[in-house]
């Protein structure tokens, strides 16, 4: 049964895990659809590590909309929020290595243009994406949705409670936090949701025994956060 997290842990602490937000046989039913999707996969040797623009698919863009996601985000950002990005990540032993800890920082738009304290910009598998400034980043709310279990020793994410609210933090300050700051293990069974802050320091280490460890990864926004002339990339 899905439960709504709790605003005050998630302004304090920066994430929140909600078991049991997705039924076995829709993880399956998305898996299936992802088999047969259209899309631009990532991939090392004979795996597929991962996938971007998934908002091009159908069952990805109704499982946004869906009651038990929708119930996570309404809250949060209100009801006339809106899905604007979705990736696909996975462990294999083909593709396993660690990620180091960040913040997301980057934004997927439809074009380029000159927007002050906008920047740097790029381009990711045919998209163009920016770095916005912190308040837009804070606005932003991004949900994992587990399609595998995520146990300690097979690249779990792990976090620094607390750093979404201390801005873009440089290479410097993130080394001294994470030498103050204790370490979250964000362990979810199957079907599970991981909310979290896109400043929120997060890094995942290489899979001990690496299997699946597949995640479908969405940001979500509420309205009119994008100034003109920007719009998202869907």
Do not use: Y
Request: glycine content about 6%; aromatic content about 6%; hydrophobic content about 45%.
């Amino acid at each position: 049964m899905t439960t709504t997290p709790s605003h005050k842990d998630l302004h304090r602490e920066g994430f929140a895990i909600i078991a049991e937000v997705l039924a076995g046989c829709t993880v399956d039913a998305l898996l299936a659809a992802l088999d047969d999707a259209q899309i631009t996969r990532l991939r090392r040797g004979h795996s597929i590590f991962g996938a971007r623009n998934l908002l091009d698919v159908q069952a990805v863009r109704d499982l946004a909309d869906a009651a038990a996601v929708r119930r996570l985000i309404d809250p949060i950002l209100g009801c006339s929020a809106r899905p604007v990005r979705a990736l696909f990540f996975d462990k294999t032993p083909e593709a396993n290595w660690p990620v180091l800890w960040h913040q997301d920082l980057s934004l997927a738009v439809a074009e380029r243009h000159a927007v002050d304290g906008w920047g740097p910009w790029s381009t990711k598998a045919g998209i163009v994406h920016v770095q916005p400034p912190a308040r837009v980043l804070e606005a932003l709310l991004a949900v994992r949705l587990h399609l595998d279990d995520c146990s300690t020793g097979n690249g779990q994410l792990r976090v620094l409670p607390g750093t979404h609210l201390l801005g873009r933090l440089s290479r410097e300050r993130i080394k001294t936090l994470r030498e103050e700051i204790g370490e979250v293990s964000c362990e979810a069974p199957a079907g599970a949701a991981l909310l979290f802050r896109p400043l929120l320091l997060h890094a995942s280490s290489p899979a001990k025994a690496p299997s699946h460890r597949r995640v479908l990864h969405f940001e979500f926004a509420p309205e009119n956060v994008l100034p003109k002339p920007l719009a998202w990339a869907r």
